[in-house]
């Protein structure tokens, strides 16, 4: 099934690219270092996304033991936490054109790096615990916890900027007036990025699956 | 855990320009800081010891409810370790020249404070018994839990303290015993 | 009375028992033996409701185990390989603490008594980890001599005992099944009972 997933991604990928880099016009404002963009917010909302996913995974492999569920879970937790980390870095290279500094300390990039760090912490508590069913349910616990906890988190890093008045820089919203290539383009590669994560997921999912149960799994 | 608390708060300014205005700033965020981080260090192994000499199953298998006896035991620990963090802090305030109401600020912050940073470290304490790697794991799952905590007691704003205080009196203890549940009924 | 049927239990990839059936009545010493790894702490864990079976149900008086609960959890005691002995505390605060914990209050004196009939007359104060392994065992299984729990689940107590300790255990279960109460032990050690009857099962490796 994997291939189904590989082959669009790749198209899909190199279609957004196209659109993103070519064919979508010069921001006026910002030059064509806001292309960065077509990377950095489809890879926060994955990061997000598959957060929750992999939590509800995770929840759901602990309440009705399906270790496939939580097997899924594990596998996702390395993908979020990529996109996690590559919007991060996606983003320091469109804030040095744009802002001058190639980090600022607002509420929605440091709740990303938190975010990549209960990621960090998720896929260490599994890694560290060796009974793998311990593990699943550990991993489930933390995850649900994580995930009450993020709004919270959110909440209290933006309370924190507001508190601090440092960098009066804001995002760009997505309210400035988009050209339609511009948003095609975004919608393009955030589906780019939905195959991808999903025929990698499954890829690590059969790897997973072939070293916890000792049997080859037929792509 | 006291002492490891006044040391780094105390080495701090060691580490930065021991400018009086800049102390005084950054005073409640060391504080705080440092709190974590020695709050950190002793709740590793809240449960652990309690696994490895049966005591554990001793308490799963009482007639008391498991939650009550977590709740007591998390207690316990904050009200042996937490509270004389609070009660030294203003020492540490005068340190980094802090005034009276700052100093009270600071330590009503704590006092409110200081019980969550045990509620979520017994979570992460309870799913990381006998784990490899140990006092690293605990603090890699528990530290960005701690994030609203840290902000708002640094902050000094009570209110929101006591707002995450309710929410995890209610959640923490029951995160808890079921992450011991998963360890004990292995 | 407890009844089990049919339980199964598997851990990993490996079935350690499957369909086991049996009763435990009032005055029954029911003994659980077979080499190392059949499966008797599993057993007994199960038997206790620190683990579930993976097919199978337990009953006591008629309902299952997972549905009384803490009641179910009032009736029974355990001590297992872990004898649940704190270190830090005295024979004494031992028993007094996790007699505590079950919500039964015992006067000093009658800790004192628990522990001398245990032999640990002259240990009372002394914190456990001073105490030599036996030693511990003792002061664990004082426990049962003032719990008043109707089903013991006693988990190789005898090893590392001398003969003077197994005879003064056995004694204690001998008066507990002359009142009525039941206990499922499990031993590689022969356990000569003077009274009751002594059904038992052996699991295979």
Same mark, same amino acid.
């Given at each position: 099934m994997i291939p189904w997933f590989a082959i669009p991604a790749a198209i899909l990928l190199a279609v957004g690219l196209y659109v993103g880099l070519f064919v979508a016009p010069t921001d006026f404002q910002q030059g064509d270092v806001y292309r960065v963009l077509f990377i950095h917010v489809p890879a926060a909302w994955m990061g997000m996304?598959?957060?929750?996913?992999?939590a509800l995974y995770a929840a759901i492999g602990w309440a009705w033991n399906a270790r496939a569920s939580s097997?899924?879970?594990?596998? =996702?937790?390395?993908?979020?936490?990529?996109?996690?980390? =590559?919007? =991060?870095?996606?983003?320091g290279l469109w804030g040095k054109p744009t802002w001058g500094t190639w980090w600022v300390w607002d509420a929605r990039t440091t709740s990303t790096l938190i975010l990549l760090f209960l990621y960090v912490g998720f896929i260490s508590l599994q890694s560290a615990i060796d009974d793998r069913r311990r593990a699943d349910r550990a991993g489930a616990v933390l995850a649900l916890v994580g995930m009450i906890n993020v709004p919270i988190i959110y909440f209290s890093v933006q309370w924190w900027n507001t508190l601090h008045q440092g960098a009066t820089i804001r995002i760009a919203s997505a309210t400035t007036t988009m050209a339609a290539p511009m948003l095609a383009a975004w919608m393009i590669m955030l589906a780019a990025c939905w195959f991808y994560s999903v025929a990698v997921v499954l890829g690590r999912l059969c790897c997973i699956i072939s070293d916890r149960e000792h049997v080859e799994v037929v792509r | 855990m006291l002492a490891f608390f006044v040391i780094i708060a105390s080495l701090f300014p060691l580490g930065v320009d021991p400018d009086s205005r800049l102390l005084r700033n950054i005073a409640p965020g060391v504080v705080w800081f440092s709190a974590l981080l020695a709050s950190m260090l002793g709740l590793g192994s809240l449960?652990?010891?309690?696994?490895?000499?049966?005591?554990?199953?001793?308490?799963?298998?009482?007639?008391?409810p498991r939650i009550l006896i977590v709740a007591g035991k998390i207690l316990a620990q904050c009200l042996s370790t937490g509270i004389p963090l609070v009660l030294i802090s203003p020492l540490l305030a005068l340190q980094f020249g802090l005034s009276l109401s700052e100093m009270r600020l600071l330590a009503v912050s704590l006092l409110t404070g200081i019980p969550v940073l045990h509620l979520i470290g017994s979570i992460g304490s309870a799913l990381t018994i006998g784990v490899r790697g140990g006092g690293l794991v605990v603090a890699l799952i528990v530290l960005p839990l701690c994030v609203p905590v840290l902000v708002?007691?640094?902050?000094?704003?009570?209110?929101?303290?006591? $707002?995450?205080?309710?929410?995890?009196?209610?959640? $923490?203890?029951?995160? $808890?015993?079921?992450?011991?549940?998963?360890?004990?009924?292995? | 009375m407890l009844e089990a049927s049919h339980l199964e239990c598997v851990r990993g990839n490996r079935t350690i028992f499957r369909d086991l059936s049996f009763a435990v009545r009032p005055g029954d010493c029911f003994r659980l033996t077979g080499p190392n790894g059949s499966g008797k702490t599993s057993l007994l864990r199960m038997l206790c409701g620190l683990l579930s079976p993976t097919h199978g149900t337990i009953r006591w008086h008629g309902a299952g185990i997972e549905t009384l609960g803490e009641e179910y959890f009032s009736s029974i005691a355990y001590i297992g390989h872990r004898p649940g002995i704190k270190d830090e505390f005295t024979a004494m605060e031992n028993l007094q603490v996790s007699i505590g914990m079950r919500g039964i209050e015992?006067?000093?004196?009658?800790?004192?008594?628990?522990?001398?009939?245990?032999?640990l007359g002259g240990r009372l104060h002394v914190p456990a980890r001073f105490l030599s392994e036996g030693e511990r065992r003792r002061a664990a299984i004082a426990r049962l001599a003032v719990n008043h729990s109707m089903l013991w689940l006693l988990?190789?107590?005898?090893?590392s005992l001398d003969r003077l300790a197994v005879d003064m255990i056995q004694q204690l279960i001998?008066?507990?099944?002359?009142v009525g109460g039941m206990a499922i032990v499990a031993t590689h050690q022969e356990l000569n009972l003077s009274s009751g009857r002594s059904p038992g099962i052996e699991l295979a490796a």
């Amino acid at each position: 099934m994997i291939p189904w997933f590989a082959i669009p991604a790749a198209i899909l990928l190199a279609v957004g690219l196209y659109v993103g880099l070519f064919v979508a016009p010069t921001d006026f404002q910002q030059g064509d270092v806001y292309r960065v963009l077509f990377i950095h917010v489809p890879a926060a909302w994955m990061g997000m996304m598959l957060y929750v996913l992999m939590a509800l995974y995770a929840a759901i492999g602990w309440a009705w033991n399906a270790r496939a569920s939580s097997m899924m879970a594990s596998s =996702l937790s390395v993908t979020g936490a990529l996109f996690t980390f =590559l919007s =991060l870095i996606t983003g320091g290279l469109w804030g040095k054109p744009t802002w001058g500094t190639w980090w600022v300390w607002d509420a929605r990039t440091t709740s990303t790096l938190i975010l990549l760090f209960l990621y960090v912490g998720f896929i260490s508590l599994q890694s560290a615990i060796d009974d793998r069913r311990r593990a699943d349910r550990a991993g489930a616990v933390l995850a649900l916890v994580g995930m009450i906890n993020v709004p919270i988190i959110y909440f209290s890093v933006q309370w924190w900027n507001t508190l601090h008045q440092g960098a009066t820089i804001r995002i760009a919203s997505a309210t400035t007036t988009m050209a339609a290539p511009m948003l095609a383009a975004w919608m393009i590669m955030l589906a780019a990025c939905w195959f991808y994560s999903v025929a990698v997921v499954l890829g690590r999912l059969c790897c997973i699956i072939s070293d916890r149960e000792h049997v080859e799994v037929v792509r | 855990m006291l002492a490891f608390f006044v040391i780094i708060a105390s080495l701090f300014p060691l580490g930065v320009d021991p400018d009086s205005r800049l102390l005084r700033n950054i005073a409640p965020g060391v504080v705080w800081f440092s709190a974590l981080l020695a709050s950190m260090l002793g709740l590793g192994s809240l449960f652990s010891s309690d696994y490895t000499d049966g005591t554990l199953e001793q308490m799963w298998i009482s007639p008391q409810p498991r939650i009550l006896i977590v709740a007591g035991k998390i207690l316990a620990q904050c009200l042996s370790t937490g509270i004389p963090l609070v009660l030294i802090s203003p020492l540490l305030a005068l340190q980094f020249g802090l005034s009276l109401s700052e100093m009270r600020l600071l330590a009503v912050s704590l006092l409110t404070g200081i019980p969550v940073l045990h509620l979520i470290g017994s979570i992460g304490s309870a799913l990381t018994i006998g784990v490899r790697g140990g006092g690293l794991v605990v603090a890699l799952i528990v530290l960005p839990l701690c994030v609203p905590v840290l902000v708002f007691g640094a902050g000094r704003n009570v209110p929101l303290v006591g $707002a995450v205080l309710a929410l995890t009196l209610v959640f $923490a203890p029951w995160a $808890a015993a079921s992450a011991l549940g998963i360890v004990v009924e292995d | 009375m407890l009844e089990a049927s049919h339980l199964e239990c598997v851990r990993g990839n490996r079935t350690i028992f499957r369909d086991l059936s049996f009763a435990v009545r009032p005055g029954d010493c029911f003994r659980l033996t077979g080499p190392n790894g059949s499966g008797k702490t599993s057993l007994l864990r199960m038997l206790c409701g620190l683990l579930s079976p993976t097919h199978g149900t337990i009953r006591w008086h008629g309902a299952g185990i997972e549905t009384l609960g803490e009641e179910y959890f009032s009736s029974i005691a355990y001590i297992g390989h872990r004898p649940g002995i704190k270190d830090e505390f005295t024979a004494m605060e031992n028993l007094q603490v996790s007699i505590g914990m079950r919500g039964i209050e015992i006067s000093r004196k009658a800790a004192a008594s628990a522990l001398e009939r245990m032999g640990l007359g002259g240990r009372l104060h002394v914190p456990a980890r001073f105490l030599s392994e036996g030693e511990r065992r003792r002061a664990a299984i004082a426990r049962l001599a003032v719990n008043h729990s109707m089903l013991w689940l006693l988990d190789e107590v005898l090893t590392s005992l001398d003969r003077l300790a197994v005879d003064m255990i056995q004694q204690l279960i001998e008066d507990h099944l002359a009142v009525g109460g039941m206990a499922i032990v499990a031993t590689h050690q022969e356990l000569n009972l003077s009274s009751g009857r002594s059904p038992g099962i052996e699991l295979a490796a």
